[in-house]
């Protein structure tokens, strides 16, 4: 029973590792989607705009009204949405907490978070969440660059999962699953030697509304 044991927790670590792979997987293919949300069933992408982050506060402010609220709310079209928010690169994320005119609100949302036992990673200015994202070297906001979305509105992404090409996923109204893990047994004469472990996922990552998503440049 020990050597069962044993096999049993490296089978688990396998199949654990497997999974944190596939779900960068469908990070990657997300922030894919995020950077090129542009499709042939939803129409063209949003033209870039550029914020001059280092400007006094009342410009700033206009700035971010004038090309991200503004033009957001325009192809909302009276739909409503929960907020903005900016997903911001290191680079762009840098530029911003080191402006002379976000300095002081980015310094009390990270007092406040630092009460709470937190890493500031975001913070509210102009009526926008500015967040940065924590990416990896093969899943990032290319450097110096930010991206406007809006949050809480229904059918601006997408993520549909089909069923797994085996007999047991399919069938009568099956539903794709973000998973499909395989563990079968190698056997010989003498019985089972190993497994043979898998992991499969069947996405596509689409997004709806093309225009409100806004890529941001550095003036």
Request: with cysteine.
């Amino acid at each position: 029973s020990g050597a069962k044991e044993v096999i049993e927790n490296r089978r688990a670590r396998v199949v654990a590792k497997l999974r944190r792979s596939m779900d960068l997987t469908h990070e990657k293919l997300r922030m894919a989607c995020l950077l090129s949300p542009a499709t042939t069933e939803f129409g063209a992408a949003a033209a870039g705009v550029t914020i001059a982050v280092q400007s006094d506060a009342t410009k700033l402010r206009q700035e971010i009204f004038n090309k991200l609220t503004l033009p957001i709310e325009a192809e909302l079209d009276g739909l409503s949405h929960s907020g903005l928010t900016v997903l911001c690169s290191d680079g762009y994320w840098s530029d911003l907490v080191e402006a002379k005119s976000l300095r002081e609100t980015f310094l009390n949302y990270q007092a406040a978070a630092e009460l709470r036992g937190a890493v500031p990673m975001s913070f509210v200015f102009g009526g926008v969440t500015w967040e940065r994202y924590r990416g990896t070297s093969t899943c990032k906001i290319p450097d110096n660059q930010a991206v406007a979305i809006p949050t809480g509105v229904q059918d601006v992404f997408w993520q549909a999962f089909a069923p797994n090409d085996t007999i047991e996923s399919v069938g009568n109204a099956a539903l794709g699953q973000p998973y499909y893990l395989g563990s079968k047994p190698i056997t010989d004469s003498q019985g089972t030697k190993g497994y043979e472990i898998s992991i499969a996922s069947h996405v596509r990552m689409l997004c709806g509304r093309p225009k409100v998503i806004i890529p941001i440049a550095k003036a």
